[in-house]
């Protein structure tokens, strides 16, 4: 209990002074949607362009991430080519080869050069799925790039056979089934089965809508309505898969205002009916930026283009808009928020995508073409480790953790969530109770209140039971005295 006050005091201490230790471009919201800011969590480690990658030709427009192991791919869509890179101990980078054509066999009559490719997926048995898209196609390899299989446009009464099949992101899960998103297509994913035949639609969007569009179609005539653009569910702009084998979704396409309502839902965790279950238990969701203005001819909210799921859970999505990066945890709370639109280092003029290797964060930015290397700072990786350790059951080590993020920030709100958690594991209902009153966590505190009311009445009834009985009985034996003297005075 001595321990549970002294972390109580130290949380407190730690709110009165923090603003001694906010510096850099990093912040957080806090129960008010107010932003605060906060030391950082990440640090540029490098900026790396075709020189520093040793690369021939530099790169053109490249489009997308992925990381195995300990190997980066770039596709270098501008190139129609493909660069591997490694990651080495040290945190350098250094080019292991670069892939524009791929092995088939000489009768085969299959392209085996890429078209302006956009995206790269290698799944656990290390298969390449590569989205070869001006080639209209996915091929699947295998790790010594020979020619496996092709995903094309599939033979459907559902699909439009008047577009142009333009695969642009890919995914493949553990069973071997392959999602591919492709411009024009608007019903989300095209699920492939093992044996690349088409299995149907996956995780397609509600229909959007502007209620204004939809008054005017309405009392419109037959001639303008064929003129008019129908209402067709919203695209995604990228996925990524976890290590639990849920695809994790992003978009751009929506009305600002469903952001208020959810109906938007930018980023979305799939299930395999494709139903989105992400777990939004913060005050605030999961939407980038809640405050924003419309400086430097930059409009509107966070526009997601990319995401990444590291293995503790967290997932960070990056906005093409302004250039930042939002980490969230599994319950979705906001756990930093860093990055900006410009030329200098940490900050982009094009993102276009995000991967991450351990805790280590690479920003693809397709103008600049160049890649930016971060890795954690000391704060950033004491908000990990608490993390990781109350996910691991570790409450007590969680808890000194957390009292070490509000050494360096008392603002950080989910520290004091993150401390109230571990004391309520550790049966502290009452200090839990303190923790979460002091961040306005109603869920929480409600949840903890009814286990310390339950744990009050065990430990106290015994004394309620006698105050009971007293209550009952004192006024029963007063009420007979009176009475009996009543009775005494009558004769």
């Not at 006050?5 to 912040?27: H, P, Q």
């Not at 919201?29 to 900026?47: A, N």
């Not at 190997?71 to 501008?78: A, K, L």
Request: with cysteine; glycine share 6%; hydrophobic share 40%.
């Amino acid at each position: 209990m001595k321990k549970s006050k002294l972390l109580f005091i130290t949380a407190v201490l730690a709110l009165l002074c923090s603003e001694l230790f906010a510096k850099g471009d990093t912040y957080i919201y806090d129960y008010w949607g107010q932003m605060e800011k906060s030391p950082d969590v990440y640090r540029v480690s490098s900026v790396l362009y075709a020189d520093d990658l040793s690369l021939e030709i530099g790169m053109k427009k490249p489009d997308s991430l992925f990381a195995y192991g300990n190997n980066i791919y770039i596709v270098d869509t501008g190139n129609s080519r493909i660069i591997e890179l490694i990651y080495n101990y040290n945190k350098t980078v250094s080019l292991s080869r670069v892939i524009d054509h791929f092995n088939t066999d000489n009768d085969s009559g299959i392209i085996n050069t890429f078209n302006e490719p956009h995206d790269l997926f290698i799944n656990e048995e290390g298969y390449f799925f590569i989205a070869d898209t001006m080639n209209n196609r996915v091929v699947k390899l295998d790790s010594e790039l020979n020619y496996v299989a092709t995903f094309s446009a599939p033979d459907d009464p559902n699909y439009d056979k008047e577009k142009s099949f333009l695969p642009l992101k890919v995914v493949a899960d553990s069973k071997g089934r392959t999602y591919i998103l492709a411009q024009n297509v608007n019903k989300g994913f095209l699920k492939y089965e093992y044996d690349g035949s088409f299995s149907g639609f996956y995780g397609a969007s509600e229909v959007v809508y502007n209620l204004t569009d939809y008054l005017w179609k309405k009392f419109s005539t037959r001639a303008q309505r064929e003129q008019m653009e129908s209402f067709v569910p919203t695209e995604y702009s990228n996925a990524c898969m976890d290590k639990e084998g849920f695809i994790f979704a992003v978009t751009h396409t929506f009305d600002p205002w469903d952001l208020l309502s959810d109906k938007a839902k930018p980023v979305r965790r799939l299930n395999a009916l494709g139903d989105d279950i992400l777990v939004k238990n913060s005050e605030n969701l999961p939407v980038g930026d809640l405050e924003y203005n419309n400086a430097a001819g930059i409009k509107g909210p966070s526009q997601f283009m990319d995401v990444t799921v590291l293995d503790n859970e967290v997932y960070i999505v990056i906005d093409s808009a302004r250039g930042r990066l939002f980490g969230y945890n599994n319950q979705g709370y906001l756990l930093f928020a860093f990055g900006g639109r410009g030329n200098i280092d940490g900050y982009f003029r094009s993102p276009s995508s995000l991967e991450h290797i351990g805790k280590d964060l690479f920003v693809l930015d397709d103008m600049n073409a160049s890649l930016t290397i971060f890795t954690p700072t000391e704060y950033g990786s004491l908000i990990y480790e608490a993390t990781e350790l109350y996910a691991e059951g570790k409450y007590n080590e969680s808890a000194d953790a957390w009292s070490k993020v509000l050494v360096q920030n008392g603002n950080y709100d989910l520290a004091y969530i993150g401390l109230g958690k571990a004391s309520f594991r550790q049966s502290n209902y009452k200090q839990a109770m303190d923790y979460f009153r002091l961040k306005r966590d109603k869920r929480d505190y409600s949840k903890a209140f009814q286990y310390y009311r339950k744990e009050w009445i065990e430990r106290n009834i015994g004394k309620v039971v006698i105050i009971l009985l007293i209550l009952i009985i004192v006024p029963f034996i007063i009420r007979k005295i009176k009475a009996f003297k009543k009775e005494l005075m009558s004769l």
